[in-house]
Every structure is written in C-alpha cells, then in structure tokens.
C-alpha cells in the first residue's frame, strides 16, 4: 500500500541514506532506533513535510504529484509535540482533522464532519473533555485529543511518532489495542515510532530497526528483536527472552550497579526445622525454577518453606493456604516458596556439597503413602493428597536456563533411582514406584560466582546433584519407614 523507493530526505544533509521496504495495507509496522537514528525524520518523508530524493508511493502514486490535501485524506500524522499555545476545544480540535474534505469557498463543518468527529471522539475517550479548553488537559489527555483529529481526517495510513508518549500504562495499552483493532478490522496501516520494544514487539507484525539513518534490521519482532542488532544498535547491554504469557519477544535491560545485600552464601546453617516445617532463609534473593504450591515457575525468592500437614488434610485452595501460613510465620509472601507435606519434617534429609567452585544444599522430606509408577498411573485417582517427596536444591553459582532445566532432570533422575532402590512399590499396580503422586521440586541458584552451562548427570554440577539428591531421599525415605514400621 505505501512503497519507499530509494529514499534520501535530510536537512542540511542527508540523514537518511537509500531506504526501500513496503508496507502492507492493514499492517502495524513499527520504526525503532536510538535517538536521532533519523526516525522523526523519516516520517515527516513520508508525510511530504521534508524535500526527498527517491519515492514514496501510495496506492501506486507517487505522493510528490500529490496536493496536500490529497496527501491529508490518504495520510494523518499525531507528531512528537504539539504547540498548544492558544485555547481551543477539544471538539474545535478534533474537527481541524475534518479539514481535507472541505470543498468551495465558505468553509463550515458539515453534519458529517460532525458525525466523524463525535465518533473518533468516542473511540478514543475524549467526549467528556469535549467543551473544554485543550490548555486545561493533562499530557495523555491531549495525545488522545490529537490521535482523535488524525482519526477525523479518515486516513489510509496513520503516522504515529511515539504514540504513547505521557499516557500511562493503561492508556498506552488501550490505545496500540485499538490501533490494532483498526488495523485488523479496518484496514488501517499503521506507521508508529516506538522507544518502548516490548510495546513495538507485543503490537507490530513487523519492525524496522534504523541505525545512523540506514535500516540495520526489518522483519518480524522474533528477528528483529535478537540480542546482537539491539546490543550494538544502542549500544548497550540488553537481554532478550520469550514473553511469559505471549509469543513474542521480550527484552530488557540489566543495571550495572550491584545491590547492597551481602553474598547469597549457601549453607545449612540457613537451615531450620521444626515441627511445622522445613525452612530455609537466603541472605539474597535466589534464582527458583519450582514446581511448588505457593510461588511456583521461574522467580527470585529468598525463603522456602516446607509445612507440615496432617494426612486427612484437604484444602480447596492450597496456595491460599500456604500464605496464610507464611503471614503467620512473617515471611513476605512475594519472596517465599511454599511446599507442603504430610511426611514428618524432622525427618528432612539434608546433604551439603562443596566443591572448589561451588557448592550444593540438598534438603528432602518423604513419605511415600502415595507412591505411584509412571509407567501405570493410570489406575490411579487424579487426587492431590499430601504423601509426598519434596527435593529443594540450593545451588552457589550461575546457572544457564540449560542448566536449571538439566539440574531438574538429573535431581529427578537421582530421586526415582533412590526411590526404585528402596524397593518402594505402587500399592495398585504391585510394581516398583517411580515417585509419589504429588511430589515437588525446586531447583535454586545463588547466580554470582562460577558460571555452570550444564546441570547433565555427567556435567560437574550434575555430579553433585545427582549423588546428593539420591543420598538424602534416601535417607528421607528410610527414615519415613522406619517410622511407619514402628508405627509412630
Ligand atoms: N530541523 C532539523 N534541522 C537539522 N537537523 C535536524 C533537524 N531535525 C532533526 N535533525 C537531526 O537529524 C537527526 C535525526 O533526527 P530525528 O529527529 O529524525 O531522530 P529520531 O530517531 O527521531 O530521534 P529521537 O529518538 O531522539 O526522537 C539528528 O541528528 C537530528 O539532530
């Protein structure tokens, strides 16, 4: 729909330099590039503000044969800034946007500048302001008002330079949902410059990266969005990761300070059980990957808390559960990991690692009432009863994410051997248990000091978990049958 050919626009000298691309009716397209990388000025190009060389073509014309009213009714532009010097209304100002469709000599609005007016006034949230002066409108207010006009001018395109400039989070997401509605719906191109990535990358089907006035990088968010075209395009460090709950990519940027908290050393002194409940307090926050109740997934936390259950205990909404449990202990629920168990707590099994370059805390509680084999699950009923194996690894060093997904597999590896090798069965299949139905897992690093890539069973981290976990389920194990046989 809007073809760039060859493009050179400036001031007093070119800025930007031979760009070409296209970009398709009813697409979002967004521009990025670090200040003064020529983004605004490849805007006022297309908008016919500024002299070029080369061509920009809208529905096969080149808009150098364009008038600008032509321009204005196939193009709207909501600039960076806006004068607002002298008041007018806000309705006096979204109707300005009617002005391309003026016809004769005695300009007045027509009903249906009205019309058009009242509706993207209502599209963008503004009829309330409708009467009032622009001057006594906040910042997001105003964008509103201006993204309103450049809607009244019913354009094809829709130039938007930093769109969500001074509107707040909530503001900034309903106005790119809207705009991409319109562009879904309507057919609406949009054309917007963003400095916010995880907007531009959340919104846009395609993006443009300009480096120094050239296009370092135009594709989709996935490859445009990689971590060496930003590191080097703004040169700075930034990481890029998958979007928790969307398929897009996700950046940011790490601060190069350091914290005041000491070193997360890792330690059984930091360990404390009770009759209640296993708990552990890290001096720092660590790196969690956990399959726990409370605070589960990928998180930084600092206490972990294993609680004592009775046997008979059923609860509806066991994370609920657990943060009352941790109020009532005075841990902050933001930064604890909630485990429960109906096996006896003291009997946790603890092994401690250290090696030259790091070192491994183990803690495992076990009660294997509810043993099952993986391979004969299914005679079992889907039911969450306590009866469990719960593994905490504490690790001092930099895990990779490999590494934290290895660690899992070789800590689980190492707790199904322990639990074969006590000769553990399923009660209804009759065969050697694999686990206990409801058992958990919580793999943690300290992530300072030596970088550990791999957590294999035979990679150096993995030769610590994997003999650690099976020594202390053991144990745990052990320590549950005794227990059962004495029948305390
Ligand atoms: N009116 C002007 N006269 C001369 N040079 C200008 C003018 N406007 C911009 N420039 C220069 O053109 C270059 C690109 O500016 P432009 O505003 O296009 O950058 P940008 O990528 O939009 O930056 P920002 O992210 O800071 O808004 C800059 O070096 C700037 O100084």
Known sequence: MIDI???YAGYDHDILHDLSFSVNKGEMFGVLGPNGSGKTTLLKALNGTLPIRGDVV????????????????EMAVLPQHHDVSFSTTVEQTVLIGRYPYQKGLFKQWTKEDYRIAEEVMEQTGV?????????SLSGGERQRVFLAQALAQKPGILLLDEPTNHLDF??????????????LKDGLTVIAIFHDLNLASMYCDRLLLLDQGSIRALDEP???LEVGHLSEVYQSEIHVHAHPSFSKPFTNVVPSYQDQKPEAVISPDHLEVSESRVYYKSLRPLKCYSSAVLNPGFGWFEEFMNIQVDHSFRCEDPAGYLITEAERYGCQT??????MTAAKVTDASTVFVEKEDFTVLVVVTAGTGNAVDVVHNNRHMQEAVPGTINTWVFIDGHLSEQAFAQSLMTATEAKVKAVT???????LSGTTATGTSTDSILIAGTQQGTVLEYGGTISSLGRAVGPAV???????????????????
Do not use: C, N
């Not at 009829?127 to 001057?135: I, V």
């Not at 933001?334 to 485990?339: D, L, N, P, Q």
């Not at 090798?421 to 009660?427: A, E, L, T």
């Open 222 to 224: 996935e490859e445009v």
């Open 470 to 488: 099976y020594k202390a389920s053991k144990e745990a194990i052990a320590r549950y049958l005794d227990r059962k046989e004495e029948g305390i």
């Open 127 to 135: 009829t309330r302001f409708r009467h009032q002066s622009l001057l």
């Open 421 to 427: 090798d006590m000769d553990i069965k399923d009660p």
């Open 334 to 339: 933001y930064r604890t990991v909630g485990m």
């Open 170 to 183: 909530s503001y900034q997401k309903q106005m790119l949902d809207a705009l991409k509605q319109w562009s």
């Open 5 to 7: 050919q060859h493009l």
């Open 58 to 73: 809208i529905q096969g014309r080149p808009i150098r044969q364009m008038t600008a009213k032509e321009t204005a009714r």
